[in-house]
């Protein structure tokens, strides 16, 4: 099930819903929502995601994925759609979220850290992850407490 998404804007930013997945069991994916990250104007600055639930794929890929495009980088546009993406979190009940990042993407761990992330640990990727297939060995692991 999925719900409204038309309530996920702040002053300078809004989430346009571009698609919705459902479960993968066989594939251990969990239902998701895409998103394009605009500015209020409509201009598309990135996109991110939503993985609703939780297993061992997403403590080790994480409940949300976030780019920013190159020119609007450096502006927390990421940690502000974190932040939108929390909102739809709750409403399917979760009470935290986890975002992991490569060791050395030190954007992406500020991001976490001014989402309101608490770093929990560094952890090897295992081999059946498509994570590793993609040449990626370990994940630095960040928790949002929702509640």
Same mark, same amino acid.
């Given at each position: 099930?999925?719900?409204?998404?038309?309530?996920?804007?702040?002053?300078?930013?809004?989430?346009?819903?571009?698609?919705?997945?459902?479960?993968?069991?066989?594939?251990?994916?969990?239902?998701?929502?895409?998103?394009?990250?605009?500015?209020?104007?409509?201009?598309?600055?990135?996109?991110?995601?939503?993985?609703?639930?939780?297993?061992?794929? %997403?403590?080790?890929?994480? /409940? $949300?994925?976030?780019?920013?495009?190159?020119?609007?980088? +450096?502006? &927390? *546009?990421?940690?502000?759609?974190?932040?939108?993406?929390?909102?739809?979190?709750?409403?399917?009940?979760?009470?935290?979220?986890?975002? %992991?990042?490569?060791?050395? /993407? $030190?954007?992406?761990?500020?991001?976490?850290?001014?989402? +309101?992330? &608490? *770093?929990?640990?560094?952890?090897?990727?295992?081999?059946?992850?498509?994570?590793?297939?993609?040449?990626?060995?370990?994940?630095?692991?960040?928790?949002?407490?929702?509640?």
């Amino acid at each position: 099930m999925f719900f409204d998404t038309d309530d996920l804007k702040s002053e300078d930013i809004f989430l346009n819903l571009t698609k919705t997945t459902p479960a993968q069991p066989e594939k251990r994916w969990l239902p998701a929502y895409y998103f394009e990250i605009c500015l209020s104007d409509g201009t598309v600055i990135g996109h991110c995601d939503l993985r609703v639930g939780h297993n061992d794929k %997403t403590y080790i890929g994480g /409940n $949300i994925g976030y780019s920013i495009e190159v020119p609007y980088r +450096g502006h &927390h *546009y990421a940690a502000r759609a974190c932040r939108l993406l929390f909102q739809q979190a709750r409403k399917h009940g979760m009470d935290y979220l986890i975002v %992991t990042c490569a060791p050395n /993407n $030190i954007a992406s761990a500020r991001t976490c850290e001014i989402a +309101g992330g &608490h *770093y929990i640990t560094m952890e090897a990727i295992p081999k059946d992850n498509e994570l590793y297939a993609d040449g990626m060995r370990q994940v630095m692991i960040y928790r949002f407490d929702l509640s």
